[in-house]
């Protein structure tokens, strides 16, 4: 038997136990498995899955230096304690199989080296894309493409959020409070609605697919806090849906771009198409062409299949290595190059401004006659051509002008703002939001 300890048993450590306790009909090396211990905070808390209580500890530490055990599982999330006890654990030779992307994207570099210099496994299928798999993907089925672009929609609390405001337009707290009862949003939301959690995903899937890691501070990220109605009911009229992407893509001149922002989609496009809890992911790639990865997000059973996916292959890997023994014993044993991490150099980012994009930006005005005028005349200074210029009515007495760009320099297009904001007729901008 594989002897696994689980680090936290709440939404995915639950959906996690209820799939490895009821293995008839899935994958026969399931019942090769044995749950050791399961690690929690509260040890009183009432749970859906009702384990023996010799099993459940609030000392976790005990888990990951427990010599029975051969693979870590760490569903608790958050950075601290998880970075210590997944680097301890490697230190006592456990594989790890693990759902957080907020620590692998900000420590990944100390966990992978630490991990190969162990001769074990860190294995992430559920951080991105919950149950969609995409990081084995990357790294084998697609892994001869040359990696062109990754555009997802990987964050399922920001699309459930989206989604309800645009087909039923719920208000943004009501709907964030169901989210987190179904029990897609992260412990603290924030990391959901700023765009955070995305930009964690996207940084991981951006160093599988371009062989170099990525710093977590060179991801920009722009959430959906600022996303009205009045933004929505423009996008649809417009035939655009609002999506919170995540973009991952080579530049050309050089360097790779990674960041998180709100999206203007067209309506014809797949991703236009993704709603609810559902993630998606586009991988763009030569000699393939396009692929598009598409499924559940986040929720228990989704994100579970991932973990428990990412258990059994360690499992098979042990089964077929019965020199597991040895990796505990002796480190730098070789590790399976497709299921490994390879690369440890850093990939040379290009900056915001070298990128080219669309954008829908929204002016609020005071005095109206010749506003346009002006408005064309500072883009077109800043080598920034317009696609529509239009003025649809009023918001109060302020006169309500939306423009939409055609592809441009971001560098262009901020310097045009920066002048537009200076003139007297413009009382605000409430909107800038870049056009897929
Ligand atoms: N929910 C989802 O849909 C998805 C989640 N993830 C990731 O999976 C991981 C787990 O998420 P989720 O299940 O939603 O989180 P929950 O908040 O539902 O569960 C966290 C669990 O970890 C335990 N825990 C947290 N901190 C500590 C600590 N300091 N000491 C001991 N135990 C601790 C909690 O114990 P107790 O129960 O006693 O409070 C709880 O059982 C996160 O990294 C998340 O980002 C990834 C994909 C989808
Ligand atoms: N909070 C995350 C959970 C899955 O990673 C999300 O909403 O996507
Ligand atoms: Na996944």
Redesign the pocket.
Known sequence: MVKIGI????????GTVQILRDPVGRHHLLQSIEIQRV?????D?A?VVDLPSELVT?D?DSIVSDPDIDIIV?????IE??RSLMLKAIEHGKHIV??????IAKFGDEIFTAANQAGVYVMLE??VG?GIPVIQPLKQSLGVNRIQRITGIIN?TTNYILTRMTVEGGEFADILADAQKL?????DPTADVDGL?AGDKIAILASLAFGGRIKRDDVYCEGIRKISATDIAYADKLNFVIKLLAIAERVEGGGVSVRVHPTFVPKDRPLATVNGVYNAILVEGEPLGQVMLFGP????G??ASAVVSDILAIVGVMQTNSSHEDAVNSPNTSLHPLLSCSHSHYSEMATLSSLRSSFYVRFLCIDVPGVIGKLGTCFGAHNVSIESIVQTGFQGDRAEIVVVTHEVYEGDFESALAEIRGLDSIASIPSIIRVL
């Open positions: 680090l936290g048993l709440g939404t995915v450590g639950t690690g929690v905070r509260s040890i808390k749970r609030t976790l760490e569903l608790m999330g958050g304690p998880a693990t759902a957080n992307k907020a620590v559920a951080a919950g399922g029990g897609y949003a992260e412990a959690d997000g986040a929720g228990a989704a994100t």
